[in-house]
């Protein structure tokens, strides 16, 4: 199966910074990557899919990019209610899967 | 707007077999799919399988020898049976809709839909 890696498990930012998260894959997926935001007790909300694509609904501060391997979810200036966490998810191949996570908090 | 709600006993024995369903509302079950993720207390996401409107299934093979997933799309139903429970299966498991393009004929295999979620322990 694709494992997926996300870095840093911890990314400490303050309000207003711009924050990079970066997920990376075992073996090419092309641009079949998302990105999910998880806020505590609440169920994953997509954010980016095709690797760069906004979902409905999401902020244009959100961006995704890269090919392949490497990919990156950009927030280009950070709201109190995006510290929370992030998981990326291939569907290049089954079985579909996730990273594990990164956790962005207040600095 | 689509909602979906998980409903299920909270509490399963060990080598018993968990049973959830899933209620549609709001939308058609009709040219969707339909999946299960689950997530263990402080970790991360797994997939356990999908569903076509049709009924096929597509399950991880990490969980596909113990799996059952199927819907009732008359009831608006999704329902998910795991067997030979251990406490490893101890997680909040969600049901989702998968993203599909607005002609409905592209299924991108990402969930846009969730429900809220219910947590399953397994102890006896």
């Known amino acids: 199966e694709i494992v997926l890696t996300q870095s840093p498990a911890t990314l400490s930012l303050s309000p207003g910074e711009r924050a990079t998260l970066s997920c990376r894959a075992s073996e090419s997926v092309s641009s079949y990557l998302a990105w999910y935001q998880q806020k505590p007790g609440q169920a994953p909300r997509l954010l980016i899919y095709d690797a760069s694509k906004r979902a409905t609904g999401i902020p244009a501060r959100f961006s995704g990019g890269g090919s392949g391997t490497d990919f990156t979810l950009t927030i280009s200036s950070l709201e109190p209610e995006d510290f929370v966490f992030y998981y990326c998810q291939q569907r290049s191949d089954r079985p579909l899967t996730f990273g594990g996570g990164t956790k962005v908090e207040i600095k | 707007q689509v909602q979906l709600q998980e409903s299920g006993p909270g509490l399963v024995k060990p080598a018993e077999t968990l049973s959830l369903t899933c209620t549609v509302s709001?939308?058609?079950?009709?040219?969707?799919?339909w999946s299960w993720i689950r997530q263990p207390p402080g970790k991360g996401l797994e997939w356990i399988g999908y569903?076509?409107?049709?009924?096929?299934?597509t399950y991880n093979p990490s969980l596909e020898s113990r799996l059952s997933i199927s819907l009732d799309t008359s009831k608006k139903q999704l329902s998910l049976r795991l067997s030979s429970v251990t406490a490893a299966d101890t997680a909040v498991y969600y049901c989702a809709r998968i993203l599909q393009d607005s002609n409905g004929w592209y299924y991108y295999y990402y969930m846009d839909v969730w429900g809220r979620g219910t947590t399953v322990t397994v102890s006896s």
């Open positions: 709001g939308g058609s079950m009709s040219r969707y799919y």
């Open positions: 569903i076509y409107s049709s009924g096929k299934t």
